[in-house]
């Protein structure tokens, strides 16, 4: 099968050479340009979850051999929810090779977070499809590679740690105000205000509402635990 330059460079991108690039293209494909003869990557989308979640599950318990099961399931969902799939797709410039239907593209589908996700999880699919789970650990080890290594702090979330902050203080829980939502419908950026009852707040800007409430409350915890020392 001849394929494209871009998908080409892509697949240098993406770090793995397919035997049937089929499984690319069909990884590639979105709901909104499929046709009974182009299926889409919904079931691809399906697979490639079960196999990150996999891998991540077994590298994790590989690099902390004494962690408990409550350390270790915040650091399995940080490292595979959508978002973090969202975030390895923009590095590897996944949304530039995407199949989209017209309105999709008018839409910005090419960097909408949902999409990115599904898409990336779809490719990992292609992979264990083409190569077997030994290839697809090794794509998903080398592109997950600084998140995987850093994620016992990124998995702190913010807001639970910054309730249980005030909790322990005897404040009620903090409050989250939307200052602004910007931009295009299809990409908005958020600006959130994290609130104590105290009159303490801090603010956070992000491209999803939830980002910037996890980022608001991380900069005011930090702040809140600064003054406690």
Known sequence: MK?????????GRLGHVFTRPELLLRALTHASIATATRPDNQRL??????????????????ADKGASEGQLAPRFNALVRKETCADVARQIDLGAVLKLGRSEMMTGGRRKEALLGDAMEAVIAAVYLDAG???????????????LANVAEDARDAKTSLQEWAQA?????????????????????????????SGEAERATAGAKRQAEQAAAK???TRMEGQDD
């Open 133 to 147: 789970l030994d290839g697809a650990r090794a794509l998903v080890l080398r592109l997950w590679g600084g998140r």
């Open 45 to 62: 989308e399906f697979l490639g979850d079960r196999v990150l979640g996999l891998v991540m599950a077994d590298a994790l318990l590989r």
């Open 219 to 221: 900069a005011l915890l």
């Open 3 to 11: 394929l494209s330059g871009d998908i080409q460079a892509f697949m």
């Open 169 to 197: 203080r005897g404040l009620p829980p903090p409050s989250y105000i939307t200052i602004s939502c910007e931009g295009p419908d299809h990409a908005p950026v958020f600006t959130i205000e994290a609130q104590l009852a």
